[in-house]
């Protein structure tokens, strides 16, 4: 691989972007300390910097960062007279490996066929249930999105030194509490699973609704996500619910394009130009829903929800949608995660498949929920349905309610102009439920 004198160290981030992930995994197995093993890549990187600069970037990247940050792993342990017995092992490792060493150190097995169990152990382990959620979603971008602090602290819009802090404690919490790095087995597997697969989703989301900021959405936080899951599908191919989440987020992402206009502002669902949705992310996104129900499985939450939204994506247009069949996905939901955040969205399929006045019963049965007090979709769903009765006012008080809770100045201004055009009942609904037809 080659790089011009123009551009050497855009070309050396790349690669190390691209490698780190495989290169923490790998050394997390080696010293079983994910903070130690991310320093050592980090310090690998510092000496390709400074010797790919000069010499060029070699044909296995990979093997050199690899070998690179072993040798410095040995003088960490003999500087820290740590543990003889592991010093003897990585020394042997090393000397096998100088053994097949190719010219300027271009390995042909340092990272070898374990590379997929690394990087799974290194999933689980930065997803353990010891740590925040918070935490786990600052960890999983910077160790195995590749994220620098900066960029983790632009995308979800807090301060670098925030996100910088929860990953220092998130590490030291790890080592603290001796979490083994391994993939779970037995009972213990669903439940860190699930974990796992909560974080890689919450990461999408913020990337396809934001929750604050100008920007209605942050596509780079969803290829970020659908990045994970496909990664973690090759890994885990005989769980269903990670063909299930990437099946979801295919499809979601698929619209990506449609839902925002020339200067930024959003498109709501029945409005979006459906010739611009990702036909190759559509079929992505199928061909991992038909894995996903697989016979012999039990269809999971993620599932579901790639069910339901695989009936918009197979939906020419809005008034083809199966909304009785949506419905029905949403009712499997229920029983599975009852949540009032799954009854307000079945709230609109059912107004959808039966009528606004039937919708909006269920809605106002929702209202004195405590976690539903502060979600501004609340009142934008209420509002939305009340102008399909008719009842433009109170329409356009729950329009300017739900503008004053949400934190996304796109959306805030989406909906004082929903509230607007109430007040003035000049125009009829769009028929979608301010984003939560298509909020995820």
């Not at 919490?173 to 974990?195: C, D, H, K, M, N």
């Not at 909304?323 to 799954?342: E, H, K, T």
């Not at 934190?407 to 201004?413: G, S, Y």
Request: hydrophobic share 45%; net charge negative.
């Amino acid at each position: 691989m080659a790089v011009t004198a123009t551009d050497p160290h855009r070309a050396i981030e790349a690669i190390f972007r691209i490698e780190s992930p495989k290169l923490i995994a790998g050394l997390a197995r080696i010293v079983r300390d994910v903070g130690l093993a991310e320093e050592l890549a980090q310090d690998a990187f510092v000496k390709a910097l400074e010797r790919w600069t000069a010499d060029g970037v070699p044909s296995k990247p990979g093997a050199w960062l690899m070998t690179t940050a072993k040798r410095s792993a040995i003088d960490h342990y003999r500087r820290s007279k740590l543990l003889d017995r592991k010093h003897e092992e990585l020394g042997r490792e090393i000397d096998a490996e100088r053994q097949r060493a190719l010219p300027d150190l271009e390995l042909d097995d340092v990272i070898d066929d374990s590379v997929g169990d690394d990087l799974l152990r290194l999933v689980f382990t930065a997803c353990h249930p010891v740590l925040t959620t918070d935490a786990r979603v600052a960890l999983v971008l910077r160790l195995l999105g590749g994220l620098t602090t900066d960029e983790i602290a632009r995308a979800f819009l807090v301060p670098a030194a925030t996100i910088a802090q929860r990953i220092v404690r998130a590490k030291r919490t790890l080592a603290e509490a001796q979490v083994p790095f391994e993939v779970p087995r037995g009972p213990e597997l669903e439940a860190r699973l699930a974990s796992v697969l909560e974080v890689i989703y919450l990461v999408f989301n913020e990337g396809y609704s934001a929750t604050a900021g100008d920007d209605w959405m942050r596509p780079a936080l969803c290829e970020d996500a659908l990045r994970l899951g496909r990664i973690l599908a090759e890994l885990a191919p005989q769980e269903s619910e990670v063909h299930g989440l990437v099946a979801l987020m295919e499809l979601q992402a698929s619209r990506l394009r449609a839902r925002i206009g020339p200067s930024g502002e959003p498109i709501l669902l029945f409005d979006q130009d459906r010739a611009r949705w990702d036909r190759l992310l559509i079929g992505r996104g199928l061909t991992a829903l038909a894995r996903a129900e697989a016979p012999g499985g039990t269809a999971g939450p993620y599932t579901l929800q790639a069910g339901i939204a695989a009936c918009h994506a197979r939906a020419g247009k809005p008034a083809d949608t199966d909304w009785a069949r949506i419905v029905g996905l949403y009712d499997a939901i229920a029983r599975l995660a009852p949540s009032p955040i799954v009854a307000l969205n079945r709230a609109v399929a059912v107004s959808m498949a039966e009528g606004p006045a039937a919708g909006l019963a269920i809605v106002d049965g929702l209202r004195s929920e405590p976690l539903l007090e502060h979600y501004h979709l609340l009142p934008s769903v209420r509002g939305d349905l009340l102008v399909k009765l008719g009842r433009n006012d109170e329409a356009r008080a729950e329009f300017e309610r739900a503008a004053g809770m949400t934190r996304n100045a796109r959306e805030r201004t989406l909906l004082l102009a929903r509230a607007a055009a109430s007040a003035r009942a000049a125009r009829p609904a769009s028929g979608d439920s301010a984003a939560t037809l298509d909020a995820g």
